[in-house]
């Protein structure tokens, strides 16, 4: 079947079964291997990609479920050269150890804060529970998506 | 000093929030082949026919290995030699590897590998660690399946005991801890048309790799090339581990002149590669009624699984670690790793103290409880300062800052003094020291490289031998080039670790790279100041010795005088072709330990922390929730201190990961029961406590700027920090990790019956 979808707001046909993973079409077909693999069963998050919008695991999706639907993933979030306020918070606090689930764990900051402009702690742990990290114990991560929550509120502000 | 100690940006933070792909399922190469694993699905049995053709016969199956088709040696060596490659006549674990199969997908090969089948004659396994040790019948290493004994001997421990006032005995368990590094193991090994093959993976020891390959492919060294790709996390867990994958590529990558990609699939990594070493201990402890230890007596016995692999290793720093950080002068340690018919475990972040430690903490605050002390007290009264001796007879001469690490965290936390209330809050405080690198165990590997070229346009590239793992060394390191050299940091580039360019550095483990890759760093760095000191003192007219590098700049020591920007010093010593390259070699101070007393200076140096828990515990049903954490750590140096910050916080969830969930274990018949994230439970960004981190800096002379390495110890306290603070909060004592609800709920229970007569 012709699957019909757009991938980091370019419009995308690719030939397929159905049947694939979308996270094997992200990596292996349209070469975006900043889609991580950590599982393969949807229990770590490192394959998070935005599906119109909303954090989902491309490891448990599959080609048909996307048809006519809208990808980001972490290589669509920054425009050109110029980073995402969520991608240059995580860097700016150290929020970046081993980096292997730094993509997912952006990608659901950044959902996140779309959604809730000023979250609390609270509404982080539970935003962020579904993207498992080993090395940085989560803190600078918190602190990162506050960062990122200010400077895109102080944008915003700015170009009212 | 301009760039050492400052909070700069991760030099990769930047590929990493971008997605660039530079870990190893991200690499493609022409031609390439996709590998999968055969292994044993039981633990322990005779193999008696390995059968491939219904694998071949599978569309897109390209080939199947055997131990019949290596070429050199089948034997993975690591401290001995005894684990095979892959499994010629016996298998003694679930999971081990047996067959390497071929296909032009990874799918394909995994489908593949399910349809290789192996006759096998089941044997009984042992997979019970107090059992295998002196069993009567079967033999998995020597005669008394003890990988290795080690002891230590100080004072006399019985007559120490009888004039104690109180004395505490307990028996501990702990069990496996996964790493559940985000980014499963993965290798790819490239033939080259020279008779070279290059292996590019996630590792922490490249020269590890080297060995392994040149051993099974029967090699010379110069003809193994090893680099180290991204590497999404290890702990201790890509030490040895890559070794073994490593051989699984090269073998049919050598065979099929092809590149061949290997990525371990979630639980075949979990069932499959090392882990935490489980642990028995009984400890026995007394102390004065003033609150002196007086003599410590342990039995340690750990499991290591089917082979040896790092055991040895991980006993020693177990053993050396197993009174705590305190003065005692009568110990009797005797430590064993045994056989089992088990996964073989390794290195984890803390090797074999976290274990120990465990006890011996919960130990210290049982002293306390009986002698009517408080926790902290009874610590101060016995903690190791400048001046002490150690349990194995080393004498501390500086950067030993243990006492400051406690007042610190006394201090942040206003821990109450006061009356007890009853409302299921308790904190809970732990002491620990880190003995800091290899130590006398490993000295053989305690020595390191580096190179350093300073190019004409004044960017600056360095190569080590030790790994960038998430822990931050290219950052540290290169904030440690830019202040030798005093180029901006932003010219300074690490060039990924690659056994090519410098020569063999030992492994990234014991937080070593920041002493070791900074001192070699330091060392090349001054031949280069040399040439770079020369030039500008032939340019200014000024003695060297009267020239300092601050900034940027060469300038006179005394205050006025003409100076010299570098990049013109630089530039100075190109035109004249003045060589501005430099290799760097450093080498550790001796260390020493007798193995009959277990008595010498068995670590350069340590590291110390205390760590304080705050928890609630809930009556009912026995859940603990970790409310806040304190730690405080003795670095010597923070580098930089945002990535000891997030040394100490990612330390501490794992700890807690330890203490609280992380509880795999094995079936009646060996095999793991619950190797997926769904059912071993590692903390999520919603178990994470507020985290306050706090650094202590007592300079160690012999490390860069001061600086010695701690990356293992916040994790190593967290355990009994936690378990001194349920018993604070609801009046039980765990004794087996985790500390899972059913367990508190069910001591709960049982001390309703006998009234508790403590606090």
Not at chain 1, 44 to 72: F, H, K, M, N, Y
Not at chain 2, 52 to 80: K, Y
Not at chain 2, 540 to 566: F, H, N, Q, T, Y
Not at chain 2, 722 to 745: M, Q, S
Request: charged share 25%; with cysteine.
């Amino acid at each position: 079947m012709k699957l019909k979808f757009t991938v980091n707001r370019r419009a995308t046909t690719l030939e397929v079964t159905g049947a694939e993973r979308v996270i094997d079409l992200l990596r292996e077909r349209l070469g975006l291997v900043g889609t991580k693999e950590g599982c393969g069963k949807g229990e770590c998050g490192a394959c998070t990609v935005l599906l119109d919008g909303s954090p989902v695991c491309s490891c448990l999706l599959l080609s048909s479920q996307v048809a006519g639907r809208e990808i980001t993933t972490i290589e669509g979030l920054s425009e050109g050269e110029s980073l995402h306020p969520v991608q240059a918070a995580f860097a700016e606090t150290g929020a970046v150890q081993c980096g292997f689930c730094t993509p997912g764990l952006v990608l659901s900051s950044a959902a996140l804060l779309a959604d809730i402009p000023a979250p609390s702690r609270e509404q982080m742990k539970r935003a962020l529970a579904g993207n498992l990290c080993r090395c940085t114990g989560y803190q600078k991560i918190f602190e990162a998506v506050e960062l990122a929550s200010r400077n895109m509120r102080r944008e915003k502000r700015r170009r009212r | 000093m301009a760039v050492v100690g400052r909070r700069v940006r991760r030099v990769e933070s930047l590929d990493r929030v971008k997605g660039v792909g530079s870990f190893t399922d991200d690499l493609t190469y022409a031609g390439m082949l996709h590998a999968a694993v055969v292994r044993s699905p039981v633990a322990r049995a005779r193999i008696k026919h390995i059968e491939t053709g219904r694998a071949l016969r599978r569309a897109g199956a390209e080939a199947v290995f055997t131990f019949q088709d290596i070429p050199g040696r089948n034997v993975v060596p690591i401290i001995l030699e005894d684990q095979p490659f892959l499994a010629e006549e016996y298998v003694n674990y679930v999971g081990e590897p047996i067959a390497v199969v071929l296909a032009s997908e990874r799918e394909t090969a995994r489908a593949a590998a399910k349809e290789v089948s192996v006759r096998l004659e089941e044997l009984p396994p042992i997979l019970d660690l107090l059992k295998a040790r002196r069993h009567p019948r079967v033999h998995l290493f020597g005669e008394d399946n003890v990988f290795k004994h080690l002891r230590i001997r100080r004072g006399d421990t019985a007559a120490a005991f009888s004039s104690c006032d109180v004395i505490v005995e307990n028996e501990y368990r702990t069990p496996y801890q996964e790493h559940a590094y985000i980014e499963p193991e993965a290798m790819i090994a490239i033939p080259h048309p020279d008779g070279t093959i290059e292996i590019r993976g996630s590792m922490q020891c490249p020269f590890y790799v080297r060995k392994a390959v040149t051993s099974v492919l029967g090699l010379p060294e110069s003809r193994v090339w090893v680099v180290q790709a991204a590497t999404g996390g290890a702990f201790g867990g890509k030490e040895d581990v890559p070794s073994l994958l490593a051989c699984q590529v090269a073998l049919p990558a050598w065979k099929l002149k092809k590149p061949v990609k290997l990525v371990y699939d979630r639980t075949e990594d979990m069932v499959s590669t090392s882990k935490r070493h489980p642990s028995w201990v009984r400890y026995k402890s007394g102390a004065t009624r003033d609150g002196v230890l007086k003599a410590v007596e342990v039995e340690y016995v750990i499991d290591g699984g089917a082979y040896s692999t790092l055991s040895p290793a991980v006993l020693y720093r177990g053993t050396v670690h197993a009174a705590g950080p305190y003065r005692c002068d009568n110990v009797k340690v005797d430590s064993y790793v045994v056989a089992t018919n088990r996964v073989p475990t390794g290195a984890f972040r803390g090797f074999g103290s976290p274990q120990i430690l465990f006890a011996a903490e919960s130990q210290m605050d049982q002293l306390a409880e009986r002698l009517g002390l408080h926790p902290a007290e009874l610590r101060r009264r016995n903690l190791l300062r400048a001046g002490d001796t150690t349990i194995t007879g080393q004498k501390l001469t500086v950067s030993v800052g243990l006492e400051e690490t406690l007042d610190r965290v006394l201090e942040a936390s206003g821990w109450p003094t006061g009356q007890k209330r009853d409302d299921g809050v308790g904190y809970g405080l732990s002491t620990v020291f880190y003995g800091v690198g290899l130590g006398a165990a490993g000295k053989h590997l305690a020595r390191t490289g580096a190179r350093v070229i300073v190019h004409a346009d004044g960017s600056v590239t360095f190569s080590v031998g030790t790994t960038e793992l998430g822990q931050g060394m290219t950052t540290v390191l290169s904030q440690i080039v830019s202040e030798e050299l005093g180029t901006p940091l932003e010219c300074v580039q690490m060039i990924a670790p690659d056994t090519s360019r410098v020569p063999d550095s030992g492994p990234t483990v014991a937080s070593r790279s920041t002493t070791m890759s900074g001192n070699a760093l330091k060392d090349a760095c001054g031949k280069i100041r040399d040439v770079l000191l020369a030039e500008a003192s032939r340019a200014l007219r000024i003695p060297v010795s009267d020239l300092r590098i601050v900034e940027g700049a060469i300038v006179p020591a005394k205050e006025e005088g003409p100076s010299m920007p570098i990049d013109e010093a630089i530039k100075s010593c190109t035109t004249a072709r003045l060589p501005l390259s430099a290799e760097g070699w450093h080498v550790s101070t001796s260390t020493s330990w007798d193995d009959r007393t277990g008595q010498g200076d068995a670590y350069v140096t340590y590291a110390w922390a205390t760590n304080l828990a705050k928890v609630r515990v809930d009556r009912e049903t026995g859940e603990v929730t970790v409310l806040k954490m304190w730690a405080a750590h003795d670095v010597g140096k923070a580098v930089n201190p945002t990535l000891a910050e997030g040394q100490i916080e990612g330390g501490i969830l794992q700890g807690l990961g330890f203490a609280l969930t992380e509880n795999m274990f094995t079936d009646e018949r060996g095999v793991i029961v619950n190797p997926d994230f769904s059912t071993y439970i590692i903390p999520t960004a919603a178990d994470s406590p507020e985290i306050v981190s706090l650094l202590v800096e007592h300079p160690y002379p012999d490390g860069p700027h001061g600086a010695k390495g701690f990356g293992e110890q916040p994790l190593m306290g967290v355990a009994p920090a936690v378990a001194n603070a349920v018993r604070d909060a609801v009046g039980v004592r765990i004794t087996e990790l985790p500390i899972t609800p059913e367990k508190i709920w069910n001591a709960l229970r049982s001390s309703r019956r006998v009234p508790v007569t403590q606090r």
